[in-house]
């Protein structure tokens, strides 16, 4: 189990805000369960979540603790459109099967909603509509093109010449798409209710607690911890993040670095409807708001996973997108209260795999997702239960280590 990351450095905002306590035990002595989880950020909560409710019996472990890894970095706009617009999507792996991702997506963004309600998890959940805006990765023509291409897949989306973006929203550029459903949350709150209602139903935690090797046999797969003991279960699903592990294939993934800030709360500057923010760009900006009126700001990658020269970068950085954001809207306060750097995974597609290790029929990995992170966290969650209970899910082939 090789890889290890300083997943972040600096202050994320989300430190502002209390979130419940997610009690952990030490391991002492070998355990056994239906499932073993490897990783308690958000997709580990989701998939423990997921797969208690089904009746299932599961053990986490995490080597940090629970919401200490790339969770507590995440900016957390819970978007359905994927890092890669669908006409380019299209071009890389065929329109048939890029309409079907953005499509699961779509669908991921509605059942986690529907799961946190159904839930009660307070993580301050809402919609926000989202402006998708020209720049020199698509202009305005591309962009036409992008809304046509969305609306032609079953997913609404309104193309608005700029004399509209202006009059709407207060933004001078030459265009946008503008969507509508996508979530706006706290990540710690969110994955701190997951983790709990797994808890409820008998969910056991370990944390600190390394899997430092694991061993598949038929009916079983054994993960001995750095310390000693060992977890054993029928299934284990490595939710690690982007620490992978060596028996999953990392060909056509890359750890680059990215970078955020959020300013003071000034709820009353704040643009139309606080809707998320995304420039067609690159580099690109992104922006959301937080519930009491912080504006967060994103973006400034770097092509390297090196976590030291990131961390040196981080003053830099937010300097530029504090700059950045001043010049899309003037009226705010762009001062950073809050500055933070963090690795970040994707792949070329800005697809995720999940599904089976190939060769380990009864360990499930989840890795490579990019902007998207927590969407496909969800679509982990479900494609978890799908198949450890023998069911097909639909969307398998798309997101699966082999075929791709
Ligand atoms: C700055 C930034 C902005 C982002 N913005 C967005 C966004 O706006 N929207 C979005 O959807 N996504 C976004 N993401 C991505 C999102 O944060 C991630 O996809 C998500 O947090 C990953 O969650 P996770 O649970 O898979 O990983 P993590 O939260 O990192 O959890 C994995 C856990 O596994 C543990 N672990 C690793 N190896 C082992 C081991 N061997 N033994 C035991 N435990 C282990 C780690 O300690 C860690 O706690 C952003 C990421 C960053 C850094």
Redesign the pocket.
Known sequence: ?RR?LD??TGRPVWFAYRVPTVPTEKLTRDVKADVAV????????MIAEALTARGHSVVA???????????????????FEIDQPLTELSDMIGRVKAEQAWRRSRLAIESLAARIQELGVDCGLDRRPSLYLAGNVLGPGALRDEAEARQAAGIRATYLTAARLKEEFGIERDGAILSHGNLTLD?RKL?AGMLLKARERGARFYAP????AIEDGKDEVTIA?KAGPTVSARHVVL?????L?DMVPAAKHRIIS???IATRRQPRKLWAQQAFIWEASDPYL?M?ATKDGRVIC?GEDEEFSDEKHRDELIGAKSARLSAKLARLFPGLDTKPEFA??????TTTTGLPYIGKVPRHPRILA?MG?????????GIASEMAVAVIEGRDDSDAGLFAFRGR
């Open positions: 189990m290890k997943l972040r490897v990783g308690m950020g958000i997709s580990g909560a472990i995490d080597r940090r603790g629970p919401m200490k890894g790339s969770t507590a970095a995440t900016t957390a706009l819970v978007q990540p994955t607690a390394e899997a430092a911890t939710a690690t993040g982007y620490e592990t990215t970078f955020a992104y959301r994103g933070w750097a963090g690795s970040f995974g989840v997702y990019g902007g998207n992170g927590i969407t496909y966290s």
